[in-house]
């Protein structure tokens, strides 16, 4: 079946013309229509224009003008802006806004003639880590339909490791894509800060905020990469550094490869099943040649507390936009200021409230130097420990997410709990490092995801290191049985 | 360290949210349980150490003044809520 295929080989076969690229976007249309109902990953699928771009991707390859992503089917989050297409963030308070331009890294899947196929399921405004929060369906684990995908961008996840799209966008401010990557058991790429532009990203937090992918193997993360990374003059934090070069990745062994494993990513709270699939997963690569060494950075065990504080912060800030005049639904009120306060009490849910509460009060005057400046302190210390690390070593490992799939709604009751899950993927968005979640194993059927982290702007290197792993390991590309 | 019900009310009028009474404890209960956690960086020692506001320091970015192609009037006002000749409607600011 074509919709088994990686992007790579679906690739080679429209190449090779052996198959027409509407085929294949039909192959993924008529999977999402039969099987997502069961799993609830997409907000949006636009049949006719997704159809629409394959035939535009067939020209190309007819005139011999394909590039390697050419007819590739993708799916994109829902919070990456996308001309004509309804983009809602999974808000009530976005419903019906159409964006009226692409945001740039959906310009750059329209360039390499890539077929969308819709928009994902993911938290409001990307603010959680089950997809719970979504203001209109639940998202479901392939693996397991009792249990979530993980968050915010579960239905990238979910869409992917189900094959009802062999790529997705996702977007990781604290782990969002990684997290996600792990308890749907796909590989799931976070690029350093900067190497993706923001713009069209409907902003969440914008110091920590990266567009990223969700694919079936790390060779299909190095060519999606490479289509959408780039420097970007619509986003000035944007890093001029060329696209990620998708490397030939070379097959090999790990020999001499310096492993750091900091012991705070292996805490007390971390689910045995995931650790003992970590260390299972430590030793083959050992016998590869890698060397593992344990570290200390003691700061990590303040990133939970530091992220919720400079998140909800900047997201107070970028959501005051949300005001019922330009774009989104307007609410009756009294005057300005109450048509203003009714729209966003009306059209926020209650997790976006929360956060929009929190970084107002860590805002305001007398707690911005006790809580905001602190947190940007703490964020430098931590920026200095990984630093001081990459000196010695060249990626760090730990697991992705300290527990497997959870049961949907089970840790609603412990907001505190269901923050905890991105302990492990923080990091990397306070220090801007790239990040990958790998699958190492599994757990009562569920699947383990595996972290590497390099320096920041050390993408490339990264991607290979994954590689290798990847193919040490024997389940990292096992799939769920779900039709 | 602990917020009032006041507090929360004060906070919410900043955010612009028009909470109900509901909301507000339920807000002062989930925000409190965070301020305990906030603690933990307390521990930071403040001197010394520059705050970081980016993940990576980029200065200075700057770009040629070219005109380019932006949204047309239409286009902008395309998901306005309410808007007339050409302009965003909003509820009137200043009173007769």
Redesign the interface.
């Known amino acids: 079946m074509l919709t088994e295929l990686t992007a790579a080989d679906l690739s080679r076969l429209i190449a090779a013309k052996e198959v027409s690229c509407v085929e294949v976007a039909e192959a993924f249309l008529g999977r999402i229509e039969s099987v997502d109902p069961k799993l609830g990953c997409f907000l949006t699928v636009d049949q006719d224009k997704a159809i629409a771009c394959a035939q535009n991707a067939q020209t190309l390859v007819d005139k011999g003008e394909g590039g390697p992503l050419t007819g590739v089917p993708i799916a994109v989050k829902d919070n990456i802006s996308t001309e004509g297409i309804e983009t809602t963030c999974a808000s009530k308070i976005l419903k019906?806004?159409?964006p009226?331009?692409d945001a740039t890294v959906v310009s750059l899947l329209k360039q390499a003639g890539m077929t969308i196929l819709g928009k994902t399921n993911l938290d409001e405004f990307a603010m959680g880590t089950s997809t719970e929060n979504s203001a209109f369906q639940v998202t479901r684990n392939p693996w397991d339909l009792d249990r979530s995908p993980g968050g915010s961008s579960g239905g990238s996840a979910a869409a992917v490791a189900a094959e009802l799209a062999p790529l997705a966008l996702g977007s990781d401010t604290g782990g969002s894509i990684r997290q996600p990557a792990a308890l749907c058991g796909v590989v799931g790429f976070k690029p350093?800060?900067?190497r993706c532009s923001r713009y069209g990203l409907i902003a969440f937090g914008s110091?920590?905020d990266q567009i990223g992918s969700f694919a079936k193997t790390v060779e299909d993360i190095a060519l999606i990469s490479e289509a959408i990374t780039g420097n970007d003059?619509m986003d000035?934090?944007s890093?001029s550094c060329p696209p990620i070069a998708s490397v030939h990745l070379k097959s090999g062994s790990l020999k001499g490869l310096k492993v750091a494993l900091p012991k705070e990513l292996f805490g007390s709270a971390t689910h045995t099943g995931v650790l003992d699939q970590i260390h299972n997963a430590i030793q083959i690569l050992q016998g590869e040649g890698a060397s593992f060494t344990e570290v200390s950075m003691p700061s990590i065990?303040?990133g939970?507390?530091?992220y919720?504080?400079i998140a909800p912060a900047e997201a107070?800030s970028n959501l005051?936009r949300f005001?019922?005049?330009?774009?989104?639904?307007?609410s009756e009120?009294q005057?300005?200021?109450?048509?203003?306060?009714?729209t966003?009490?009306e059209g926020?849910g209650?997790e976006v409230?929360?956060r929009?509460?929190?970084g107002?009060?860590?805002l305001?005057a007398g707690y911005y130097d006790?809580?905001y400046?602190?947190?940007?302190?703490?964020?430098?210390?931590m920026?200095q420990e990984f630093e001081r690390t990459f000196q010695d070593f060249d990626v760090v490992l730990s697991p992705t997410s300290p527990v497997p799939a959870f049961k949907l709604g089970e840790l609603n009751l412990d907001?505190?709990a269901l923050k905890l899950l991105d302990f492990c993927t923080i990091p990397a968005?306070?220090?801007?490092m790239p990040g990958i979640s790998l699958n190492c194993g599994f757990t009562d059927n569920l699947p383990v995801g595996l972290q590497l982290m390099c320096a920041?702007s050390e993408d490339e290197k990264l991607l290979q290191i994954a590689y290798s792993v990847e193919q040490a390991l024997p389940n990292a590309t096992k799939r769920p049985s779900i039709a | 360290m602990s917020i009032s019900l006041d507090e929360v009310r004060h906070v919410a009028r900043l955010a612009r949210l028009a909470l109900d009474e509901t909301e507000i404890l339920s807000l002062q209960g989930e925000l409190n349980a965070l301020l305990g956690h906030f603690e933990d960086i307390q521990v930071i020692e403040g001197s010394g150490i520059e705050p970081k506001s980016h993940a990576v320091a980029i200065q200075n970015v700057w770009s040629e003044d070219l005109p380019g192609r932006t949204l047309s009037r239409t286009q902008a006002l395309s998901n306005a809520p309410v808007s007339r000749a050409g302009l965003f409607v909003v509820p009137m600011i200043i009173e007769d």
């Open positions: 019906g806004y159409i009226p331009f350093t800060y900067g110091s920590l003059a000035s934090t890093l065990e303040l939970v507390t530091t919720y504080i107070s005051a005001d019922g005049v330009r774009y989104g639904v307007r009120g005057g300005h200021i109450g048509v203003v306060e009714r966003r009490a926020f209650h409230k929360s929009i509460m929190i107002t009060y860590a305001s006790a809580f400046v602190r947190a940007q302190r703490v964020r430098s210390i920026q907001p505190m968005n306070l220090g801007g920041p």
